[in-house]
């Protein structure tokens, strides 16, 4: 069946470097793929998504692509904040509509 | 936003009580599920609902049950707690209309603790 691989965390970063969270997929078809962001407290929301290969999804400076010969979609974004810090989930959904997500990145930032 | 809304946010129970949690949503939208979330293992379905006639198993179905009342209304039910129910339980919405395009709106959780 349909699953998503994202790297484990916790991820320990300093205020302004680079993020890089990996992801990567398993479907029989060309689902589309998304990334959620759940900060302390809240329910969790959609920060991009991308329904075809070679799609960019973008939002307050994340980015991530479709790629499907390597079937990832890595999230990135080049300069993190303190208020990024919040867990992350890669998501697909596929041939039953129902979402399929990771098991979370937890992102810490320190000033 | 309170587009969709869950009660109560934070319940205590003990082994063997039956308990609801309740799920309302003003977005209008036909689709409503229930998410369990479980540290280190993400979120899993534990039933849907694609309109008010059709209610489908999830995942991890087993020791719970759901009542879609409305079109926005979506409540679940442990009819016998047990403590590894102990979670945080999410409520989400998505539009049909947008079909496997569609992304999921959340509510706040509800954290439940069965003792």
């Known amino acids: 069946g349909d699953s998503v691989t994202q790297m484990e965390g916790p991820v320990t970063l300093s205020e302004e470097a680079f993020l890089t969270i990996n992801c990567t997929y398993t479907?029989?078809?060309?689902?589309?793929l998304f990334w959620y962001v759940q900060y302390p407290g809240e329910g969790l929301q959609l920060l991009l998504k991308?329904?075809?290969?070679?799609d960019k999804g973008s939002n307050k400076g994340f980015e991530a692509t479709y790629r499907k010969e390597t079937t990832s979609f890595h999230l990135e974004k080049g300069s993190v904040q303190v208020s990024d810090s919040a867990v992350y989930f890669c998501a697909l959904s596929e041939f039953s509509e129902k979402l399929v997500f990771g098991k979370g990145t937890k992102l810490t930032v320190n000033p | 936003d309170a587009d969709v809304t869950q009660t109560p946010r934070n319940r205590i129970t003990k082994t063997g009580k039956r308990i609801m949690l309740e799920c309302s949503q003003t977005k209008g939208h036909d689709r409503m599920y229930w998410y369990r979330q479980d540290p280190g293992l993400g979120l899993r379905l534990i039933y849907y609902s694609f309109d008010v006639k059709d209610i489908n198993k999830g995942e991890i179905s087993d020791g719970y049950s759901v009542s879609r009342q409305a079109q926005a209304k979506f409540s679940l039910s442990l009819e016998s707690a047990i403590p590894n129910q102990t979670a945080l339980y999410f409520c989400?919405?998505?539009?049909?209309?947008?079909?496997?395009?569609?992304?999921?709106?959340f509510g706040n959780g509800t954290r439940l603790t069965v003792t």
């Open positions: 479907a029989t078809g060309y689902p589309s």
């Open positions: 989400a919405t998505s539009d049909s209309a947008g079909g496997l395009h569609s992304p999921l709106h």
């Open positions: 991308a329904t075809k290969a070679d």
